[in-house]
């Protein structure tokens, strides 16, 4: 599941997300936001990946260049 939440990573939703099996990947992984510099509210999170244990997951970006939104892209190989 992909999403632009528009919450923080310590926000209860991704508790929620958690309890029924689905790990988000964006903070997991050590990303360290998914905005732009276009982007000028608080916070540097919006967009999310998350996926459950039978997405064999082969890689996972959070892309930062060329910058051409306030989101940046997410890119899931399975």
């Not at 919450?7 to 939703?13: F, L, W, Y």
């Amino acid at each position: 599941m992909c999403d632009d939440f528009n919450v923080e990573p310590d926000s209860k939703t991704f508790e929620i997300l958690a309890a029924v099996g689905l790990t988000e990947l964006v903070t997991t992984l050590g990303f360290d936001g998914t905005r732009s510099s276009h982007d000028r509210k608080p916070g540097r999170f919006a967009d999310y990946m998350l996926v459950n244990d039978r997405v064999d997951a082969q890689n996972f970006d959070v892309i930062a260049e060329p910058e051409v939104s306030d989101h940046r892209p997410l890119v899931l190989e399975i």
